[in-house]
C-alpha cells in the first residue's frame, strides 16, 4: 500500500493562496456588479443579458455541488462500479428540464418559478403555496450544503466547524447582497471552469500513470479489490426503490427553484435552450470522468488510507491530487472543493430571498404594487434572513447525518414544485384551488413519508423495521401531488383561468409579452 | 385583431401539438434510456458484470462501464436533438406567426 503521509488537514500556504486567490477575484466581481445592480431586473436576473454559454456554465455551476465533486469520487473510490450508478442519476434531469419546462418557464415568468404557476391563478394562494415548496427545498438542500462544508473544509484546512460554515455564509452572503445574480453567475462560472479544470487535470493524470488506457486502470482496480468493485454491488436491490430515487433525482431537478431561476438571466427562449444544452454537455462530461478519479484514487491511494480520513470517503480527490501532483496540486483542488460550495449555496440563497421577497412580500403583502428601490432593498433583506438563516442551520445540525436532506429536497422539489409547474404549463383547466392542494400534498407528504421511511425511521431513528418501505418517496409522494391537483380541479371551474389559457398561448410558445 | 386570428389559426395549434409531441417523443427516449438502465442493475446484474473481450482475453473491463456511460452520452445526444429541431422547424413557424401578428 502507498504511504499515507498527507498534509490533509492543514492550513497549508498553497491552499490557503488559492483560496484567498479566488477569495480576492470573487469580491472583485462582486463589486463591479454591485455597481450595475439597482433595479428588481438586476438583482433577480442579471439584466437578461447573460448569454446561452455563460448561463450553461452557471448552470454547471450552480448544480454540481461537493457532494458530487467529492462525494461521487469518493463513492467510486470505496464502491466501486455503484459510485457510477449514482452519476448517471445526476444527469438525466436536465434533458427532460428542456423538453417539458425551459422554454415556457422562460416566456411565463419574470423572477421565479412561482411566476408561472401564479400566471392566470388567483396570485396570493398560489403564491404563498408555491413559496412553502420552494424554500422547503431550499432549506434542506442548504442545510445539508453548510453541514458538508462545515465538515469538508474542517478536513481539507484544519479550520472549526463552526468558522468553516462563519466563512462559507458570510462570503457567499457578500456576493448575493451586493451583486445580486450578476455576482452569482460570474461567481458560479468562475466556479465551474475551476472545477472542470481541476477534475480534467485530476483524470490526464490518472491515465498518465496507465499508459492512457482506462482498461489498465480497471485491471489495476478489480488486481486490488476484485472482480466485484467493477460490478453492480449493492447500492439497486429493490427496483421500485431505485425507480423512485430515479424520479427524485430525474425530476426534482425540475421543480429546483435556484436552478430554475437561472433561466429568467438569460435574453429569451433560444437562449434557454440553447443554455440547457451547454449545461448538459458541460454536467454530462463531469459525470463521465468523475469515475476515473475515483477508481484512480483506489488504485493508487488505496481505500484503507482514504477510509481512514473519512468514512464516507469524500477526501479521495484531494488524496489523489496531492499524490499525483504534490502539496500545489492538493492546495488547488481543496480551493476549488471550498469555491464549489460557495457559489452552490449562494445560487440557493438568491432563490431563497426571491420567493420570500418577490413571491411573499411584493405579490402577496403588497398585492403586485411594490416600486423598484423597494423591492431590491427587500431582496437584499430577504438574502440577509436566509444568510443567516443558514450559517444557523449549519451550526445546528453539526454532527447529524444531513445526507439524506439532498435526497429529500430533491423529493419534494419533485413532488411539490415539479407537479403545480407541469400542470400550469400544460393544462387548461388547472385551478388555484388544484395548484394549491397539489403542492401542499407532495410537501407534506414527502417530509412525512421520509420521516416514516428507513432512511429516517430506523438509520437516524433506530427503530427496528419502519413503516414506509421506500428510501425515497418521490414515486408516491409525486404520483398524489398529480392526482391531486387533477382531481381538485376538475371538481370547480375558474374561468378567468381557462379563457386566459388560450391568451398565453402566445406568450408561452411564440414568446410574445414575454419579460 | 390579429391576435385573435392567429391564437385561433390552425398553424398556431399544430405548432403546439408538434412541440409537446416531439417534447414527449424524447422524453420517453430518455425514460427507457435511464430507468432500463437502473431496471438493467436492478434485476440482472450479472449481464452488467459480464467481461468485455470474449472468453480468452477478457480484461477487468465489465459491459456496464461502457452501459453507464453510454447512459450520459445518449442523454446529451437527445438534448441536442430538440435543440437543434427547435432552432430550425419551431423558430422558422415561430417566426413567420409573429409576422402575421404584426401585419
Known sequence: MPETHTTLGQPTASAVGFFLLFVAITLAITWWAARRTRSAREFYAAGRSISPLQNGLALAGDYMSAASFLGIAGLVALKGYDGMIYATGWLVGWPALLFLVAEPLRNLGKYTFADVVAFRLRQAPVRIAAAIGGILTVLFYTTAQMVGSGNLIKLMFGIPYEWAVAIVGSVMLLYVFFGGMIATTWVQITKAVLLLLGVTLLTLMVLARFGWSPATLYAAVADGYGQAALEPGGLVTSPLDAVSLGLALMLGLLGLPHILMRFYTVPDARAARSSVL?????????????????????????????????????????????????????G???????????????????????????????HVVKGGHADEREQVRVARWATVVFGVLAVLLGVLFKGQNVAFMVGLAFAIACSANFPALLLSIVWRRFTTRGAVASILTGAVLTVVLIVLSPTVWVDLLGNETAPFPLRNPAIVSMTAAIAVGIVVSLLGREERAEAMFEDEKLRTYLGVGAE | MRTRQVLDSPELRRLVVRRWTISLLLTAALFVAYYGFILLVALDKGLLARRLGGAESAGATTLGIPIAVAVIVVAWVLTAIYVAWANRGYDRAVDQLKKQLED
Open chain 1, 332 to 362: 488547488f483542488i481543496a480551493a476549488v472543493a471550498f469555491a464549489t460550495i460557495l457559489a452552490v449555496v449562494a445560487g440557493l440563497t438568491l432563490a431563497g430571498a426571491s420567493a420570500l421577497s418577490h413571491d411573499v412580500y411584493v
Open chain 1, 278 to 330: 451547454y449545461a448538459t454537455g458541460f454536467i454530462g462530461y463531469f459525470y463521465v470522468i468523475i469515475p476515473i478519479v475515483g477508481f484512480g484514487a483506489a488504485a493508487l491511494v488505496g481505500r484503507d488510507a482514504i477510509g481512514a480520513i473519512d468514512k464516507g470517503g469524500n477526501m479521495a480527490a484531494p488524496l489523489l491530487a496531492e499524490q499525483l501532483g504534490g502539496e500545489l496540486f492538493l
